[in-house]
């Protein structure tokens, strides 16, 4: 039982720097764009923040440093593909490459400091050490239905949705797909990078290079999983991150199966679920998904 | 009448790359009048409105409405002057129910927006105006009628009080088409103006209360209908006498080109597969296949093709088994395509006539070894061809999306007719064209019969297959169920025969 409820509880934690890039993209997947990116904003999210906690010794700095330099990141991808026309899987991937390199650059002072974390508090009745969150975890499962709020009950979300299906109707309908397309590439660079700083600042109180471990791809795996809504992402980002916690602690426990292919365990789930949930997505993506839009010239 | 225009353009004009597509065209609306706007595919027409509307921007020219000069930079603009524009092919969103797809053009939508009080608002809404709709279907499951009714509630709940139509009866069947016009004169009473396009003259005699006319981007003339005639009207709208279609007496039909024997498909979606079809193509004959759309034409035409696996029975090209040919044999051992929708079947939008036009016989042009292209060759090639078939040569640069119609399927009939061929299928190939290009494809065709290929036509205008058949077959719910020759037979029989009325033999 004791063993379970740990498991519920780190499932959560670890839950919450996945879900927030994964609330992310599915906005901005909502307007049309696919974001290859996230791992590069993650990584520059946790460098970032982690850098900045360190020298101000204050987390919260950190993260608003973080979320800053995430939503500047994502609004240059943004440029590259709403006003260059670019390509969106090779600018996205030309972001993760840059959020790599410049992470590992910023980071490097730092590898192996403490900086100070986030301060925790407890879930209502909870006594025990379990189940005590910091603010960001609560943030990001709060997110989940603002979001979905935000996507299905209010103006703006029906103007992001009708840019995702057909810019061209859209702006018929007199909205601007492009103002559109900068505000969910906005929104998806700063939750992403939050991500990566809760990462470093949450949960570890430490940066290494490159520890987002491939999560921007996971969550983006998680959009399909979750048919592009926000609250089906909350179950996408646990699964994972109950799939992460259980490899801790079975290597813990000191199971003898290989450490390597212990830290497979998460990706392979989620390979597993998708090939088994990912069957009939066609109709629910945003149908100008990935498409360049040229505007009426 | 005869007070101030509600809406007035002067002197438009605007270029596309390689054309001119509006030159100083002008057009009054008065209040509460009906509007026609006729021409030919590529006159201009749906340019113009689209300036109307803000979708493009004219490179010269001024707008007034209600006698003041506005400037129209977006559709947003021309909504907040209570101009509404129903495009050709809609602007739905398929996903999106009935609600959304209204809502989202309103202008005055609030922040938050509960489905419920959405949904209400609609339903009572399109009862007010006669336009039964549930509010909660999302749109791709409504018919074509049912969307257009959507869209024209879009128009009116957004306050517009200038509609226009780009070409609303295009997509419709004649009762449908009725009831539009029907519901035109209601709004007309009501004080709304509207302006529709049309290149079908009989449309624009019964509805309108005026006619405007262009031709080649300009506007020739504007006329009441009940001062002019169908004869004045064709005449305005391509200036010179028409080309009628000259079908030289049958010969003898040669060896069988085509032969299909017992062919099935599977049924896909809510379309009937083909159903034991047996049908002969033979050489230097035109075969007509009519029928309600729907009932198995396409499945036909993709069977042939390659496109549609044949579950059973057998197909036969110049005597070999082609069942299980990919459709890139097929076109090599000489099967010509002309479809309904070339910018969806045929072309590829985003490429240049000459680049479209190399790239079906890419291995015939190719040079050391595959690496580049003869361009040369295909630009002689190309030229040669329209010659042949007696057509104006297109512009060589201009990307397929922006030929209108007409011209789209002359560069497909180019393409297809001018290598070395056997058999023409020919898949709702005049549909939406205007007169003289339709002309051209059954000229085309008829052409390719002279020269002793089979022509397969598949088509919904029971005219064009009586004045272009050597036989006519009829298709009912994926069956063959009929099989005529046009000398001896009428119109009433084969229409009989394709509502299943009665199965005949002539």
């Not at chain 1, 240059?76 to 390509?87: C, N, P, W």
């Not at chain 2, 353009?9 to 006729?38: C, M, Q, W, Y």
């Not at chain 2, 049912?146 to 069947?173: C, H, M, S």
Request: charge should be positive; proline fraction near 5%; hydrophobic fraction near 50%.
């Amino acid at each position: 039982m004791n063993w379970f409820l740990s498991w519920i509880s780190g499932a959560i934690l670890y839950a919450a720097p996945i879900l927030f890039p994964t609330l992310g993209e599915v906005v901005e997947q909502r307007t049309g764009m696919v974001n290859l990116g996230l791992e590069g904003l993650m990584l520059l999210g946790a460098s970032v923040g982690f850098s900045v906690s360190f020298v101000t010794r204050n987390a919260w700095l950190g993260v608003l440093a973080a979320a800053g330099v995430g939503l500047v990141a994502n609004l240059i991808y943004a440029g590259l593909v709403v006003h260059r026309r670019a390509h969106q899987l090779a600018a996205g991937l030309a972001l993760m490459f840059f959020g790599i390199g410049m992470s590992a650059l910023i980071g490097k002072p730092y590898v192996g400091q403490m900086a100070p974390g986030l301060p925790k508090y407890a879930l209502a009745g909870s006594q025990s050490l379990l189940f005590r969150y910091d603010p960001l975890v609560y943030l990001a499962f709060l997110l989940a239905p603002l979001l979905w709020f935000l996507l299905f009950r209010t103006r703006f979300g029906l103007w992001l949705r009708a840019v995702g299906e057909s810019p061209a109707i859209a702006y018929a309908a007199g909205v601007s797909p492009n103002a559109v397309r900068y505000f969910a590439a906005a929104l998806a660079g700063t939750l992403a990078a939050v991500g990566g700083a809760h990462l470093s600042l949450g949960i570890t109180g430490t940066w290494s290079e490159g520890m987002t471990a491939g999560r921007g791809f996971i969550a983006i795996a998680l959009v399909i999983f979750s048919r592009w809504n926000p609250l089906r992402a909350i179950a996408g980002a646990l699964l994972f991150g109950g799939a992460v916690v259980l490899q801790l602690q079975l290597q813990a426990q000191g199971v003898g199966i290989s450490p390597f292919f212990l830290d497979m365990l998460p990706y392979v789930l989620t390979l597993l679920v998708l090939l088994v949930w990912g069957r009939g997505v066609r109709h629910v993506a945003p149908a100008s998904l990935g498409r360049v839009y040229f505007g009426t010239e | 009448m005869g007070d101030t225009p509600v809406l007035r353009l002067v002197e438009i004009t605007k270029r596309f790359p390689h054309v001119v597509a509006n030159d100083r065209v002008s057009l009054e609306l008065l209040p509460g009048e009906i509007h026609a706007l006729l021409g030919e595919n590529g006159a201009g027409k749906s340019t113009l409105v689209k300036i109307a509307y803000g979708f493009y921007q004219a490179d010269s020219g001024e707008i007034y409405v209600h006698g003041k000069k506005v400037d129209i930079s977006s559709p947003r603009d021309a909504r907040r002057l209570g101009i509404g524009l129903v495009f050709q092919g809609f602007t739905l969103i398929p996903a999106l129910t009935v609600a959304e797809n209204v809502a989202l053009f309103l202008a005055e939508l609030p922040w938050v927006v509960r489905p419920r009080d959405l949904h209400r608002a609609l339903r009572e809404a399109s009862r007010r105006y006669g336009l039964e709709l549930d509010p909660a279907t999302p749109v791709w499951q409504l018919s074509v009628g049912e969307q257009q009714r959507v869209e024209l509630l879009k128009l009116l709940l957004a306050n517009a009080r200038i509609l226009i139509f780009d070409e609303p009866t295009k997509v419709l069947v004649p009762h449908e088409v009725e009831n539009l016009f029907r519901v035109f004169q209601g709004l007309r009473e009501d004080g709304y103006s509207l302006i529709f396009i049309t290149h079908k003259l009989r449309e624009a005699l019964t509805c309108a209360d005026r006619i405007t006319v262009m031709r080649q981007g300009r506007v020739v003339g504007t006329v009441r209908p009940g001062e002019t005639s169908e004869e004045a009207l064709l005449h305005m709208m391509f200036g010179e006498r028409l080309g009628e279609v000259v079908r030289a007496a049958g010969r003898e039909p040669g060896e069988p080109i085509l032969e299909l024997r017992g062919v099935c498909t599977k049924p896909v979606g809510t379309a009937p597969g083909l159903a034991d079809v047996d049908l002969v193509v033979r050489a230097g004959e035109i075969v007509g296949v009519a029928g309600v759309s729907g009932n198995g034409q396409r499945e036909l035409g993709d069977a042939i093709l390659g496109l549609l696996r044949i579950t059973r029975g057998k197909k036969l090209f110049l005597g070999e088994d082609a069942t299980r040919w990919p459709p890139r044999r097929l076109i090599q051992k000489g099967v010509a395509f002309v479809p309904e929708d070339p910018l969806a079947m045929a072309v590829v939008p985003w490429f240049s006539v000459l680049e479209n036009l190399g790239l079906l016989d890419p291995r015939r042009f190719s040079r050391l070894g595959g690496l580049g292209l003869d361009w040369a060759g295909v630009r002689a090639h190309l030229q040669a061809g329209f010659a042949r078939l007696g057509l104006n040569p297109l512009p060589e640069q201009a990307r397929a999306a922006t030929l209108s119609g007409g011209n789209l399927q002359r560069l497909v009939l180019v393409r297809e007719l001018s290598r070395p061929y056997h058999l023409v299928v020919g898949l709702y190939p005049t549909r939406g064209l205007d007169v003289r290009s339709a002309n051209a494809v059954r000229q085309a065709l008829l052409a390719a019969r002279e020269e002793g290929k089979g022509v397969l036509l598949i088509s919904e205008d029971l005219n064009e297959l009586f004045s272009l058949s050597d036989r006519i077959v009829v298709m009912l719910r994926g069956r063959l169920v009929g099989e005529f020759r046009p000398e001896a037979a009428n119109l009433t029989e084969v229409g009989r025969c394709m509502t299943g009325a009665g199965v005949g033999h002539a």
